[in-house]
Structure formats: C-alpha cells, structure tokens
C-alpha cells in the first residue's frame, strides 16, 4: 500500500482501545433509514474533542460497490459524513429534530489502501472537533476532521463543515424569497451508463452532454441510496456522485481512480429546477465543477483523477484536513 503524504497539522487523536464490529449504531443517529446504510458500528470519545468510531464497509454494496478489486472511493465521503453526525449527536447533544446543512466537504485518499479482503473492510476513524460555536437561536457549528486507519496504516483522511439548525430555523431558510414548490424532480434524460462508471440507468445522476459541452444534473427522486429518507433539497452525497461520474466521463473511462474531492455549498440545491454542470481543467489530473441554478452557483467542488497506472494519493492535497481557505454560509 502507498502511504498518504503526512498531514500538514497531524490529528491530535490518541488510538481507540475498545470499539466494536459486531453491530451498527442506531440508524437516527446517521439520519440512514434503512440499516444497510450505516457504515459505523461503534464509537467512544477519547478526549474532550476527539472521538474514534469503528468503521465497516460492505463489500456488495449496490451503489458503491468494489470496482477492480477496491473498495468505492465514495465511501470515503459517506463515512466522514456520517461521523460528523454521530459525533455531533452523542458528543454535543445535538437533538435529533435539528437539520443538519453540510457547508463543505473534502477528502482524499491512497487507492491502494482500498483493496479488498476477504471480507468487508474494518477500519477505525480518529476524529477531531474543532471550530465549535453555538448560537442563542439553537445553531451549532463545527469542523469534523477525520482520518481512517486500516492494520495501523492510515489511507484516507478528510474534513467536513456542519451547520446544525433547529427546525425552526430551518423552516426560515427555505422560506427565502423565490424558492419554488419542491416537490418534483425534473426529468433529465441519462447518459449512457457505461460512459460514467454505472450499470445501471437507476444510478446515473447526470445527463449526456449538449452542443457546448454541459450536462445537466439528474434527480430520481425514488432511488434507494441517495434517497433514503425524504429530503426537500438534493443531498451532498448526490453531487459527489455526479462529479464522479463527469470525471470518469471526461477521461473516457481511462482514469477512474479517483484520489480525492471536495465541495462547497453556497446555497441549497432545489430538487425541482434545472442545474446545469460546466466543467474547467485547472490542471491535467483536476476537474473543477460548478453546479449552476437559477442564476447562481449552488455547488462548486473539485475532483482530482489519476490514470490507474500511476493510482497514489495526491502529494499536492496534503494539506487537506488543514487548509482554511473560507467557508461560504447559508
């Protein structure tokens, strides 16, 4: 396995000395409705603000499924996030009924490290709390630094922004002005699934391209993953998907390690109005996306791919769990 490059502030998490595989956390507490959701089996805090949780990927699973012989790298950003609300649950009493706004999201990871075993892969994530803020309205912030272990070797690390709002609040943020009625998806025509990575129609979430180059994202509102519990808005996990699968459709399918990527949500993304995803190159092994709607930029993310031959972590996204560019707000 090719080691991560070191990070530039190293997680100040001591090693978890007693979780457990033998059964997942409560659903509620990763807002997963089925159980075969839940990627984390156990947690126990080992300092004030650091936290370890042990981790279990299946390895049929039927939308990140092992490709060639490696885990999806998708899980990787499924399990930071489900971190981050865990941890936010039982180690800061957030409450249950409060919405949880992811602001941002990056993670990166060594290719190598996600090879398969004999059985679904076990993994411990060290966690660090930092950037913590309560509001008198009930809000909370909070940075989620995360690092995944596997046999003592670090192979994946990311950061996430949680913004946790009261039901109330929540109810005023999407009563801005100009939100339209959210409960239909458009219909987007797929792409051909094998050009992005799929099998299946049912899991492609981006449409082919038009005469200038753009795709526009696809929503089906019933499929079993990325909709697993009713939502008025499109899910992170959604546009990662669908950078994904435009990065393996850019590269024609001959680069499909993907090493890492990163979003930013500026404003939420509706269900129900057109998105178009325009594509730049800032560098060979990059793709920069820019998701489009109603006259604004509502996501905006990066995805680093390396051609199979050459699969390391990236060496220039070292400072990935450290870097603190700004972080836009809803």
């Known amino acids: 396995m090719t080691g991560l ?20 956390v409560p659903r509620r507490l990763v807002h997963r409705a089925a159980a075969a959701e839940v990627l984390l089996t156990d947690w126990c805090r080992t300092d004030a603000d650091t936290f370890a949780c042990a981790v279990q990927w299946p390895r049929g699973h039927s939308l990140y499924g092992a490709q060639s012989g490696r885990f999806h790298p998708l899980l990787v950003a499924e399990t930071i996030r489900q971190c981050g609300i865990l941890i936010a649950h039982v180690g800061y009493a957030v409450p249950m009924g409060h919405a949880f706004l992811m602001q941002r999201l990056r993670w990166m990871c060594d290719p190598d490290g996600l090879f398969w075993a004999d059985g679904p892969l076990q993994s411990i994530a060290l966690i ?32 996430g922004w949680l913004r946790c709002v009261t039901p109330a609040v929540y109810q005023r943020l999407r009563r801005q002005p100009g939100d339209h009625d959210r409960g239909a ?27 200038d180059g753009v795709r526009m994202l696809r929503v089906v509102k019933e499929h079993p993953i990325l909709f697993d519990h009713p939502l008025d808005h499109v899910p992170g996990m959604l ?45 060979p092994d990059a793709l920069a996306m820019r998701f489009l709607q109603g006259g604004r930029v509502a996501v905006h993310g990066t995805v680093t791919v390396t051609p199979p031959s050459r699969a390391t972590a990236p060496r220039h996204l070292s400072r990935l769990v450290s870097a603190d560019a700004p972080i836009p707000h809803r």
């Open 5 to 24: 490059p070191p990070l530039a502030q190293p997680l100040n998490v001591p090693l978890a000395t007693s979780v457990s595989y033998e059964s997942t």
């Open 128 to 159: 660090e709390i930092t950037e913590l803020t309560r509001r008198p309205d009930g809000t909370i912030r909070m940075r989620v630094d995360v690092r995944l272990e596997r046999d003592g070797r670090q192979f994946a690390a990311g950061s």
């Open 185 to 211: 998806a458009r219909a987007v025509p797929p792409a051909t699934p094998a050009t992005v990575g799929r099998e299946l129609i049912r899991d492609v979430v981006v449409g082919p391209t038009d005469d």
């Open 239 to 283: 546009v990662f998907e669908a950078m994904h699968q435009v990065a393996v459709a850019e590269h024609e399918g001959a680069a499909t390690a993907i090493t890492a990527s990163e979003a930013s949500f500026p404003a939420f993304l509706e269900l129900n109005q057109p998105c178009r995803i325009v594509v730049d190159r800032p560098a």
